[in-house]
């Protein structure tokens, strides 16, 4: 197993209008308060290397969203159903002046509430999110099943989280990745079940989540969101062949321009899964957001 954390958060549950979330939080300083969204198919304890980065005193919530973690798993599952449980969390748990760091379809729903609730937000840390350019945002009429799409085969019972590690850490994409962040994704990333753990994120909603494109267009939210923002994104998709390479970046790189206030961090080097390869890189954004 890896090393413990320096810090160890306090799990809490929430229940919203038709959800019932849990969420982590470390305590500290309330005027110094960070919220972490997670990306599809993962979940809150993903940020635990990037928190570790952050100072003693820094009180951060991370949220499971629906569907995940051990959030409930009714639906409905799309893109603006996770924004609106966003901005519902931030209501009822009080949040202000926060920074908030999402990543990929965390980062669509801290556009999404920051758009929605702007006077309780300092600072937004957008870690390559899944926010297209205007034109590629279509009606799209999937005739695709649920249970055909491929993220909706992948395995989904396991005997231990190890065995999960073992199985994933020399596969791509989770080869890129920080071991002690892949121990994290493994150990937090399954519940108990009869015969051994299955996925915290059962592998058919996230399928859905994919293929619940119709609510995903937030560009004409952008220019609601004034505040301070870093746009950390890494190399860009080429061509439609790579559209299921997770580890591309699916975000518009135009995005920084499009927003009031933003600044563009590109970082070649680096896929998709910036936090799980370089939790300090995203902590000292968090930490610059502060000042």
């Given at each position: ?73 009714a ?11 966003t901005?519902?969390?931030i209501?009822?748990?009080n ?8 990543h ?7 556009v ?26 279509v ?49 937090y990333?399954?519940l ?15 399928a ?17 969101v ?6 950390m ?16 970046s ?9 927003l ?6 590109y970082?070649?080097?680096l ?6 390869q ?14």
């Amino acid at each position: 197993m890896h090393e413990p954390l320096q810090r160890t958060p306090t799990q809490h549950h929430i229940e919203l209008v038709n959800a019932d979330l849990c969420y982590f939080e470390w305590e500290g300083d309330q005027e110094k308060t960070v919220l972490l969204l997670h990306a599809t198919g993962f979940h809150a304890r993903c940020w635990d290397k990037t928190v570790d980065k952050l100072p003693p005193n820094t009180r951060v919530i991370a949220l499971d969203m629906r569907g995940h973690g051990r959030s409930s798993k009714a639906g409905p599952f799309e893109w603006a159903d996770f924004g609106e449980d966003t901005v519902a969390f931030i209501d009822a748990i009080n949040l202000r002046n926060i920074v908030v760091a999402g990543h990929s379809m965390g980062g669509h729903c801290a556009v999404y509430a920051a758009a929605n609730r702007p006077s309780h937000f300092r600072a937004l840390v957008l870690v390559d999110p899944v926010i297209l350019a205007p034109d590629q945002y279509v009606s799209q009429e999937h005739g695709l099943d649920v249970n055909e799409h491929p993220v909706a085969r992948r395995r989904n019972k396991w005997q231990t989280p190890s065995e999960m590690f073992a199985r994933f850490k020399d596969r791509h994409p989770f080869s890129l990745w920080r071991e002690d962040v892949l121990h994290d994704y493994c150990d937090y990333g399954v519940l108990p079940d009869d015969d051994g753990f299955k996925l915290a994120c059962p592998p058919e909603i996230e399928a859905q989540i994919y293929l619940g494109t119709s609510q995903r267009d937030i560009y004409h939210l952008l220019n609601k969101v004034i505040h301070p923002t870093v746009v950390m994104r890494a190399k860009p998709r080429e061509g439609v062949r790579q559209t299921m390479d997770f580890a591309a970046s699916p975000t518009w790189p135009g995005l920084a321009s499009a927003l009031p206030s933003a600044r563009d961090c590109y970082l070649p080097e680096l896929s998709h899964f910036i936090p799980m390869q370089r939790p300090d890189l995203v902590a000292a954004e968090i930490l610059a957001a502060r000042l």
